[in-house]
């Protein structure tokens, strides 16, 4: 496959020329665009996977080397610095939503500005890097592109995830653990909308729905925390 002249921006920017472009070009292309054509391409989930074991042990090497603190705060650190919101950020800034191979349908839902598919496709970038200059060069692009970051702590400083509050506040109250089940998924297989509820000994806490398994639990663990921490009504009769 000959490589598209506009990426020759994108890995300057990325401060890695490719010498398997054809690499790049995979972690560009969304299962909305591959499926449709004839016969049909690899898409960049293989490289996603890649990417996120990738980035999950450069980020814990970093952290490691500059904080002092202990294994509680360095987990809450990597996962602040690897949530999808701080990654679809990364990627804005690298500008790989201009670049990315969509379906017609995602393209027409604004698919190039979702959070959900800039993460991923960072993540699959920083595979495709890996794969064709080693970690010294995955390694190189994540501590340039998260420098600011890990000099501020934000992954310190990182909010816990709700499920993570759920779970404590519920073991406070003694009622046990939670367990999320799906509901059901909607939509077409590549832009499906999830719903989730959590559970605590077979009753429905909350619900909650997103564009990922990931999402839609975390915001039925959300409308759990809301209902179990909401101050109850007063009787004024």
């Known amino acids: 496959m000959e490589q598209a002249p506009d990426l020759d921006d994108l890995q300057r920017r990325l401060g890695h020329r490719f010498v398997d472009p054809t690499l790049l070009e995979r972690a560009l292309t969304h299962r909305s665009w591959a499926h449709d054509q004839t016969p049909p391409e690899r898409d960049y989930e293989r490289l996603e996977f890649l990417g996120d074991a990738v980035l999950g042990v450069i980020v814990a090497e970093k952290l490691f080397s500059m904080y002092p603190h202990d294994e509680g705060h360095l987990t809450r650190a990597r996962s602040g610095l690897v949530r999808k919101e701080h990654l679809s950020s990364v990627a804005q800034k690298l500008e790989l939503g201009q670049h990315l191979r969509l379906g017609k349908g995602e393209e027409a839902s604004g698919g190039r500005d979702k959070p959900s598919i800039l993460s991923d496709v960072f993540e699959a970038v920083l595979g495709a890097v890996h794969l064709d200059g080693g970690l010294e060069a995955a390694r190189s692009l994540v501590l340039r592109t998260m420098d600011q970051a890990f000099h501020e ?19 406070q109250l003694g009622r046990g653990t939670p367990s999320y089940r ?3 998924s909607e939509g077409p297989p590549h832009a499906p909308t999830w719903t989730q509820e959590v559970v605590v000994a077979g009753e429905v806490l909350g619900r909650g729905v997103g564009p990922s398994k990931q999402q839609a639990a975390r915001a039925a663990a959300r409308q759990a925390l809301a209902v179990l921490t909401e101050p109850p009504a007063v009787d004024v009769s």
């Open 182 to 184: 799906i509901v059901r």
């Open 153 to 171: 702590g934000a992954g310190l400083e990182a909010p816990r995830d709700a499920r993570t509050l759920l779970q404590e506040h519920l073991q």
